[in-house]
T-cell receptor
Framework: RKEVEQDPGPFNVPEGATVAFNCTYSNSASQSFFWYRQDCRKEPKLLMSVYSSGNEDGRFTAQLNRASQYISLLIRDSKLSDSATYLC??????????FGKGTTLSVSS | DVKVTQSSRYLVKRTGEKVFLECVQDMDHENMFWYRQDPGLGLRLIYFSYDVKMKEKGDIPEGYSVSREKKERFSLILESASTNQTSMYLCATLGIERGSNQPQHFGDGTRLSIL
């Protein structure tokens, strides 16, 4: 089983739509969780950390379910500028971050 | 803001050449990483370092070596470049702070082409 798995997509949605991405991780000892955004031909940039209680940043909501080893990202009211690849990232203490292969989102007008 | 600087955005080298990719960070972070990113394969860890002169192999270290002589600088070396090392190379850093999630900070990336 791969360590961090994501549906690669692409997810093609109209502006204003709500879209959700899911991610599962295999190592129950994982301690830190993040969503990164990567635009075409650019480096990954941190979108948001994911906390056990769930957290929200504007239109973005992240959830963590440790029992199911599952992370989600919800984007409300999608904008054209949200088009990108979203990377699920997991960290076990003392080791490097482990990246999923990413989910591609395309928002159209 | 953390700044991670990679020496080149684009680089073209020939098969068999020794290639150096440099990465410098200005935030005194202990951990530094080299990844490569290829279509359909995502980010793959080549090597990482958690301290000066310390290095650990990642998932795909073959054909690469690294050097960390100073805390702020982490170099990736392709001993004898081959065409299958054509890729986007990304350097990242990670600070240590107790009790809080730590994201990585990435450089802009180096697009390396081996001809």
């Amino acid at each position: 089983r791969k360590e961090v798995e994501q549906d690669p997509g692409p997810f093609n949605v109209p502006e204003g739509a709500t879209v959700a991405f899911n991610c599962t991780y295999s190592n129950s000892a994982s301690q830190s969780f993040f969503w990164y955004r990567q635009d075409c031909r650019k480096e990954p940039k941190l979108l948001m950390s994911v906390y056990s209680s769930g957290n929200e940043d504007g239109r973005f909501t992240a959830q963590l379910n440790r029992a199911s080893q599952y992370i989600s990202l919800l984007i409300r009211d999608s904008k054209l500028s949200d088009s990108a690849t979203y990377l699920c990232v997991v960290n076990q203490a003392g080791t490097a971050l482990i990246f999923g292969k990413g989910t591609t989102l395309s928002v159209s007008s | 803001d953390v700044k991670v600087t990679q020496s080149s955005r684009y680089l073209v080298k020939r098969t068999g050449e020794k290639v150096f990719l440099e990465c410098v960070q200005d935030m005194d972070h202990e951990n530094m990483f080299w990844y490569r990113q290829d279509p359909g394969l995502g980010l793959r860890l080549i090597y990482f370092s958690y301290d000066v002169k310390m290095k650990e192999k990642g998932d795909i270290p073959e054909g690469y070596s690294v050097s960390r002589e100073k805390k702020e600088r982490f170099s990736l070396i392709l001993e004898s470049a081959s065409t299958n090392q054509t890729s986007m190379y990304l350097c990242a850093t990670l600070g240590i702070e107790r009790g809080s999630n730590q994201p990585q900070h990435f450089g802009d990336g180096t697009r390396l082409s081996i001809l």
